[in-house]
């Protein structure tokens, strides 16, 4: 076989990462997430969704209550509820990566299954984040709200 060589289409490094190229604008670091509007600066709310081993990566939540990699947690359920506070005598360890664990036992009692999306709300001054599973929220706001008969019912 012969025949011209083609040169590979990989794309030259531009120097080192990070640095700013001429003419273009430096960028700006994206926001954080924070309190809402109206609401305490003490409270963040964060969605989740549980994966197979019980995890919930929500890194605006973990990183407003400032718990780090090994702080000792306690976590209980009430009211399928589950709260989770930091706690030196606490059974589980915080893990590296920003996220929650919740064991299975305390995810039965609250009816929280794989692939549940839930609300978790960082109560900053109680060093506590409450996960409620959106089904628990749903039964609230139907409760609380004047809502169409055919939002009573959840699929």
Same mark, same amino acid.
């Given at each position: 076989?012969?025949?011209?060589?083609?040169?590979?289409?990989?794309?030259?490094?531009?120097?080192?990462? !990070?640095?700013?190229?001429?003419?273009?604008?430096?960028?700006?670091?994206?926001?954080?997430?924070?309190?809402?509007?109206?609401?305490?600066?003490?409270?963040?709310?964060?969605?989740?969704?549980?994966?197979?081993? !019980?995890?919930?990566?929500?890194?605006a939540v973990v990183a407003a209550m400032g718990w780090a990699s090994g702080?000792?947690?306690?976590?209980?359920?009430?009211?399928?509820?589950?709260?989770?506070?930091?706690?030196?005598?606490?059974?589980?360890?915080?893990?590296?990566?920003?996220?929650?664990?919740?064991?299975?036992?305390?995810?039965?009692?609250?009816?929280?299954?794989?692939?549940?999306?839930?609300?978790?709300?960082?109560?900053?001054?109680?060093?506590?984040?409450?996960?409620?599973?959106?089904?628990?929220?749903?039964?609230?706001?139907?409760?609380?709200?004047?809502?169409?008969?055919?939002?009573?019912?959840?699929?």
């Amino acid at each position: 076989m012969t025949g011209t060589t083609v040169a590979p289409v990989i794309p030259r490094p531009s120097g080192r990462a !990070g640095a700013q190229r001429p003419g273009r604008p430096a960028s700006r670091p994206l926001p954080l997430a924070s309190a809402l509007p109206g609401l305490p600066d003490t409270v963040v709310y964060g969605l989740g969704r549980i994966d197979a081993s !019980g995890r919930i990566r929500e890194r605006a939540v973990v990183a407003a209550m400032g718990w780090a990699s090994g702080d000792r947690l306690t976590l209980t359920a009430d009211g399928g509820v589950v709260l989770a506070r930091r706690d030196p005598g606490g059974m589980m360890v915080q893990p590296a990566r920003p996220c929650l664990v919740i064991p299975a036992p305390l995810r039965r009692r609250c009816g929280m299954s794989p692939g549940d999306q839930v609300l978790l709300a960082a109560l900053r001054r109680q060093d506590t984040v409450a996960i409620w599973p959106l089904t628990a929220l749903h039964e609230v706001l139907v409760a609380l709200a004047p809502v169409s008969p055919s939002l009573r019912s959840w699929p």
